[in-house]
T-cell receptor, first 117, second 114 residues
Framework: AQKITQTQPGMFVQEKEAVTLDCTYD???????LFWYKQPSSGEMIFLIY??????QNATEGRYSLNFQKARKSANLVISASQLGDSAMYFC??????????????FGQGTELSVKP | DAMVIQNPRYQVTQFGKPVTLSCSQT?????MYWYQQKSSQAPKLLFH???????NEADTPDNFQSRRPNTSFCFLDIRSPGLGDAAMYLC?????????????FGPGTRLTVT
């Protein structure tokens, strides 16, 4: 069965520093996608970044990058130059059966990130 | 701006009194999802529509129903809310095509059951 594990319930980072949020996954499907979402206290889930299992390069979106290590089954999120507005819950998620209709997202338990001024 | 809209943002209902939550989208995405998220937990998928095809998760209680009258709208009906159904309900949409599998979420409806 597919599973996403986030082992850091909470993280602190100093403003302007970089931070890495850990995510490991387990799947027997050769084709899958990995996602990171941000959820501020307001509740809305905000899509940050996506990595496909066959992508050769690590995904980047502005200050967000995904450190994809396929052999280790890890997909860590790196946030560079942290800002106070980055304080939120961060969820790692996986979609299996890429290329097939109806694959669903499976979420990890989340990491609460607090950015200190 | 294209977006996912949920109404109401906050809903209070009485134990056992039916309630309907609504979701609309201007993204023209073919897939719409309903998630339940309880405090300090990850979102849990209840069901989704792939175009007009309804897909229920195996562990979604019968108390939860959904309707999708057209591409833009989707409703979540809770027939007899219990105290355990108090949660944030998130609607999401996706184009669900290769390279565009990301889901876009609405702001959520926070349901309180008294």
């Amino acid at each position: 069965a597919q599973k996403i594990t986030q082992t850091q319930p909470g993280m602190f980072v100093q403003e302007k520093e970089a931070v890495t949020l850990d995510c490991t996954y387990d799947t027997s499907d050769p084709s899958y996608g990995l996602f990171w979402y941000k959820q501020p206290s307001s509740g809305e889930m905000i899509f940050l970044i996506y990595q496909g299992s066959y992508d050769q390069q690590n995904a980047t979106e502005g200050r967000y990058s995904l450190n994809f290590q396929k052999a280790r089954k890890s997909a860590n999120l790196v946030i560079s130059a942290s800002q106070l507005g980055d304080s939120a819950m961060y969820f790692c998620a996986m979609r299996d059966r890429e290329g097939d209709q109806g694959g669903k997202l499976i979420f990890g338990q989340g990491t609460e990130l607090s950015v200190k001024p | 701006d294209a977006m996912v809209i949920q109404n109401p943002r906050y809903q209070v209902t009485q134990f056992g009194k039916p309630v309907t939550l609504s979701c609309s989208q201007t993204l023209n995405h073919n897939v719409m999802y309903w998630y339940q998220q309880k405090s300090s937990q990850a979102p849990k998928l209840l069901f989704h529509y792939y175009d007009k095809d309804f897909n229920n998760e195996a562990d979604t209680p019968d108390n939860f129903q959904s309707r999708r009258p057209n591409t833009s709208f989707c409703f979540l009906d809770i027939r007899s809310p219990g105290l355990g159904d108090a949660a944030m309900y998130l609607c999401a949409t996706s184009r669900d095509r290769p390279g565009t599998y990301e889901q876009y979420f609405g702001p959520g409806t926070r349901l309180t059951v008294t």
